[in-house]
T-cell receptor, first 115, second 111 residues
Framework: GAVVSQHPSRVICKSGTSVKIECRSL??????MFWYRQFPKQSLMLMAT?????????EQGVEKDKFLINHASLTLSTLTVTSAHPEDSSFYIC???????????FGSGTQLSVL | SQQGEEDPQALSIQEGENATMNCSYK?????LQWYRQNSGRGLVHLIL?????REKHSGRLRVTLDTSKKSSSLLITASRAADTASYFC???????????FGAGTRLFVKA
């Protein structure tokens, strides 16, 4: 099956710092990737749709200046949490459609802890 | 809310028993998918059922879809301890390009 690599898997940072999370499709091109946020024992909440070569589309209530998304190539999307605060602590997961676009392939997620 | 509803929220069964999880959604869909998530990990795709299908099987998994009731069920037969995970349904809305996830069911299979 298709592979989506997400890095880092875990990050601990001080309040006020920025954190970058990378999402790569290893064996396919992904013109569109998705970023989700998940709180413990809850479902995935779509944050934004990342489009290669254009601006990301953010869901209602998601601050685009807080969560910067860059989809620089057909295999890489990055999410930068700027000036992170403890309330940004969460599990962030990326995903991408492959080819026929019928199912999503997920990265393994990034656990962000802001102290 | 962008989420659908799933029930039960949590399910605890003995190994060998069957597990049934239900999902309801709100809009017209192209397809419905079920995913599995082990704690602290990404999601793994289990099965996809299209809007014009009513039932689908894959190994020990059986999925049904009732578009008139906007609901789906996932049945795992002869459960194993390794099936312990959270299970999510997800829908692709007609005319849309987003996958919306249900609230999930946490399944615990006791050995």
């Amino acid at each position: 099956g298709a592979v989506v690599s997400q890095h880092p898997s875990r990050v601990i940072c001080k309040s006020g710092t920025s954190v970058k999370i990378e999402c790569r499709s290893l064996d396919f091109q992904a013109t569109t990737m998705f970023w989700y946020r998940q709180f413990p024992k809850q479902s995935l909440m779509l944050m934004a749709t990342s489009n290669e070569g254009s601006k990301a589309t953010y869901e209602q209530g998601v601050e685009k200046d807080k969560f910067l998304i860059n989809h620089a190539s057909l295999t890489l999307s990055t999410l930068t949490v700027t000036s992170a605060h403890p309330e940004d602590s969460s599990f962030y997961i990326c995903s991408a459609y492959k080819a026929d676009g019928e199912k999503l392939f997920f990265g393994s997620g990034t656990q962000l802890s802001v102290l | 809310s962008q989420q659908g509803e799933e029930d039960p929220q949590a399910l605890s069964i003995q190994e060998g028993e069957n597990a049934t999880m239900n999902c309801s959604y709100k809009t017209s869909i192209n397809n419905l998918q079920w995913y599995r998530q082990n704690s602290g990990r990404g999601l793994v795709h289990l099965i996809l059922i299209r809007s014009n299908e009513r039932e689908k099987h894959s190994g020990r998994l059986r999925v049904t879809l009732d578009t008139s009731k906007k609901s789906s069920s996932l049945l795992i037969t002869a459960s194993r301890a390794a099936d312990t995970a959270s299970y999510f349904c997800a829908t692709d809305e007609t005319g849309g390009f987003k996958t919306i996830f249900g609230a999930g069911t946490r399944l615990f299979v006791k050995a």
